[in-house]
């Protein structure tokens, strides 16, 4: 009885470890997916992480210039003869932000108009939005000009925190920027996922320095 057996699993013409290889090349389809989500999701964190350091830069910087400059220089002040450059700061801020989104290699550089908003605002020292704010969106070539370029962000109205009003005397405001940022995903995820997006945020606060007058 064995033997009959045998012989006709050997039959002519079956192939001996056929059916192990069709069973591998079934774990093989079933796994393939799985592994290749894995890689791809990895890529896509590894993605995110940059958009959000370049984010983070940014926001620091244009925290920098706004807590160095204060009022843009002179006396103090929103009256006549005070504050004569204050209407340069916040442009001079977002010119700051805008040259870290823009610099080589960003990768937020073909995504300007993912940026939802800037704001730049009276803050406590934890951050948070204390006071009034400046916002400012994504308008390419419509905003002022700084250094001979126009910016490609522009202010809404009103801009309720003036420049000439920060002040840095021995309790100075802290000057917050932040940014808000629809992140698309970057990688072949997308065609597997739809249309998925993520919003980031990053904000930066530094107390203002003194003016030199």
């Given at each position: 009885m064995i033997c009959r057996w045998a012989a006709a699993w050997h039959a002519p013409g079956r192939t001996p470890g056929a059916d192990r290889r069709g069973q591998a090349l079934v774990e093989m389809a079933l796994i393939l997916p799985v592994f290749l989500f894995i890689v791809l999701g990895t890529l896509e964190l590894g993605f995110a992480f940059d958009h959000n350091l370049t984010l983070a830069y940014s926001s620091r910087e244009g925290a920098r210039v706004g807590s160095a400059m204060v009022n843009g220089g002179g006396p103090l002040g929103c009256g006549s003869g005070q504050s004569p450059k204050a209407a340069t700061v916040d442009p001079t801020i977002i010119a700051a932000v805008q040259r870290v989104l823009k610099s080589s290699g960003s990768p937020v550089l073909g995504h300007l108009n993912d940026v939802n908003e800037i704001r730049i605002y009276q803050a406590t020292s934890s951050g948070a939005e204390s006071g009034p704010v400046n916002r400012w969106i994504y308008a390419p070539g419509s905003g002022p000009v700084v250094d001979g370029t126009a910016l490609d962000f522009a202010p809404t109205s009103p801009q309720s925190w003036s420049a000439c009003s920060r002040v840095n005397g021995n309790t100075p405001d802290s000057i917050g920027v932040?940014?808000?940022?629809?992140?698309?995903?970057?990688?072949?995820?997308?065609?597997?996922?739809?249309?998925?997006?993520?919003?980031m945020n990053d904000r930066t606060v530094m107390a203002a320095n003194p003016t030199p007058q």
């Open positions: 932040s940014l808000s940022y629809t992140y698309r995903l970057q990688t072949p995820l997308s065609a597997l996922l739809g249309v998925i997006t993520f919003g």
